[in-house]
């Protein structure tokens, strides 16, 4: 399998509804299997990998018996610590079938916007990262903090660790295909690059699933400050993961925000 040149430094995040199989929150192995074996495949190829992972809410709607995402803030900080759980395991095992082995990582918004905290966490991912055989993967920790439970589905979380490592590349991988046109006629049909993001938002279809919390705005913002910090930023969908060693190559179906589009506006933290 051909990838782009070793050496690059890449945050990939994967969204709920690429992680869950309907709106019942049922985990989709399949998927995962299939995401592991794609980010193997770049890892391997001397890519440093950092995978931040929602799902931890939709993973564990069924240890109490729920079919929904619940509307209180407990419930859903129960969910998130009985699902975070089985999202990891499940992680092990199928990177493990590559030969890799995971860490986690579980931070809150405050965590990465206070200096020393912040710093605490870089100091962590810059100890793992040279280990070949490891991948570090985040999620905010949605048992203690209600910040992502609200807000951004970790879209904010991957772009101010992206940020924060020096990344080479951000994508998001999502349910749908990339960001869709004003005048789009069906999912596939995406803008395949973006160079005005301002632009963007005029026409952005916020929808989201059930299970989710960000929509298409929470993503845009999210690459807006990438982008700012000169990190570029690719919105695809995780739905077909093979494609993820052509997306870090410049290829691919998606859509892709080259760094310069707004390399002039100051970079936000939040």
Do not use: W
């Amino acid at each position: 399998m051909s990838v782009a040149s070793p050496g690059k430094r890449i945050v990939i995040k994967i969204g709920t509804g690429v992680l869950t199989r309907n709106a019942g929150g049922e985990i989709h192995h399949a998927m995962i299997a299939r995401l592991s074996q794609a980010i193997a495949d770049i890892h391997t190829a001397g890519h440093e990998i950092i995978l931040v992972s929602s799902g931890a809410v939709g993973a564990g709607l069924s240890a109490f018996g729920l079919t929904r995402r619940p509307t209180e803030t407990e419930m859903l900080q129960a969910c998130a610590a009985a699902g975070q759980a089985r999202l990891m395991h499940l992680y092990e095992s199928q990177f493990g079938l590559h030969g890799i082995k995971v860490a986690q990582l579980l931070v809150t918004h405050d965590d990465l916007q206070d200096a020393r905290r912040s710093g605490n966490v870089l100091a962590t991912l810059n100890a793992i990262l040279p280990h070949r055989h490891v991948i570090p993967i985040l999620n905010e920790n949605d048992s203690v903090s209600v910040y992502e439970l609200k807000v951004g589905d970790n879209d904010t979380l991957s772009s101010i660790v992206a940020r924060l490592v020096g990344a080479d590349l951000l994508i998001l991988l999502t349910s749908v295909a990339g960001l869709m046109g004003p005048e789009a006629r069906s999912p596939d049909d995406i803008i395949t690059e973006v160079d005005d993001i301002e632009s963007a938002f005029a026409f952005v279809r916020d929808e989201k699933g059930t299970l989710s919390v960000g929509g298409m705005a929470s993503k845009l913002r999210a690459v807006e400050a990438a982008v700012a910090s000169g990190i570029e930023t690719i919105i695809a969908s995780g739905l077909n993961p093979e494609q993820l060693p052509e997306l870090v190559e410049g290829r691919g179906t998606g859509t892709r925000f080259r760094a310069r589009t707004i390399s002039s506006l100051p970079a936000s933290a939040s």
